[in-house]
């Protein structure tokens, strides 16, 4: 992602698009990362709460 903006940013940069465009890139970026990680964060957040064994009663119920 880093790379993909430093390069968006140097032909910006050549085309002279001006400082408006450079805070457009990199603030567009700085979204798409947030979203990134929000989304990984509430993710792992929810594989923690769900149980990844049964619980000891559940199991003695199931055995025959």
């Known amino acids: ?7 968006i940013l140097v032909a910006v940069q050549i085309m002279g698009l001006g400082a408006h465009a450079m805070l457009g890139v990199t603030g ?3 979204i798409i990362i947030a979203v990134v990680l929000a989304t990984s964060g509430l993710g792992a957040r929810w594989d923690a709460r ?3 064994a049964p619980k000891p009663a559940a199991a003695a119920r199931e055995k025959p």
């Not at 992602?1 to 390069?7: H, K, Q, R, V």
């Open 50 to 52: 769900t149980p990844s």
């Open 1 to 7: 992602m880093s790379l993909g903006t430093a390069a």
């Open 28 to 30: 567009g970026s700085a």
